[in-house]
């Protein structure tokens, strides 16, 4: 079974559209992470949510709209998407209830979006 | 904001090396990770240190929390084909709200 899933596992659409990336992890844990993966392969955080409440929000645009319908679900909407929003997108979550849980975290195995 | 530095970007070694990386910081960490990542799939967990000297090891992998809470390192030996990837270190920094950081990443090649 895995752990986290994300889908769709690629991403192709023209600059403007909107777009959702899912992510469902199966592990029970409380707290779930959007990352978004440059050219570079840099790591960098957009969005954590703990028991469905946003707890991390760096500055990310605001086309960008994570939404958690519950603890084990969450979603990345993009609206109006521009060339520079290609990367990779990497869900993940932990359990911050376990000692060092909040270090551990599961990786999906990413959404390569490509905006043409 | 806090920032790790891996380097070199990439490193090549012969089949049945040893290989050794560092992350270091320019502030205090309280913890060291370091992940893994195959072409085409998501970061792995590879070892997690808490403690400010600590060694971990897992199979052919050994890490360490330096005294100073600035650095860590990660040594494999006996290097495979299957060692190839993307290594990760990642650390959370002093307080209540601080959040996971990764470096940059190493992308490590072996030649059979």
């Known amino acids: 079974d895995t752990a986290v899933s994300q889908t769709p596992k690629y991403l192709v659409t023209q600059m403007g559209n909107d777009k959702s990336i899912k992510c469902e992890q199966n592990?029970?844990?409380?707290?779930m992470y959007w990352y978004k993966q440059d050219s570079k392969k840099f790591l960098k955080i957009m969005f954590s949510?703990?028991?469905?409440?946003?707890?991390i929000n760096e500055t990310v645009p605001n086309r960008f709209s994570p939404k958690s319908p519950d603890k084990a679900h969450l979603n990345l909407h993009i609206n109006s998407l521009e060339l520079g929003d290609s990367a990779v997108y990497f869900c993940?979550?932990?359990?911050?209830?376990?000692?060092?849980?909040?270090?551990?975290?599961?990786f999906g195995a990413g959404t390569r979006l490509s905006v043409l | 904001g806090q920032q790790l530095n891996q380097s070199p970007q990439s490193m090549f070694i012969q089949e049945g090396e040893d290989v050794s990386m560092n992350c270091t910081s320019s502030?205090?960490?309280?913890?060291w990770l370091w992940y893994k990542q195959d072409p085409g799939e998501g970061p792995v967990l590879l070892i997690a240190?808490?403690?400010?000297?600590e060694l971990t090891s897992n199979g052919r992998l050994t890490a360490q929390f330096g005294i100073t809470r600035k650095d860590s390192f990660l040594n494999i030996s006996a290097s495979i084909p299957s060692d190839v990837g993307i290594y990760f270190c990642?650390?959370?920094?002093?307080?209540?709200?601080?959040?996971?950081?990764f470096g940059k990443g190493i992308t490590l090649s072996v030649r059979p």
């Open positions: 240190l808490y403690k400010a000297g």
């Open positions: 592990l029970g844990h409380d707290t």
């Open positions: 990642a650390g959370r920094g002093v307080g209540a709200n601080s959040k996971l950081t």
């Open positions: 502030s205090i960490f309280n913890t």
């Open positions: 949510y703990n028991n469905k409440e946003l707890i």
């Open positions: 993940a979550s932990s359990n911050p209830g376990l000692a060092g849980g909040w270090d551990i975290q599961y």
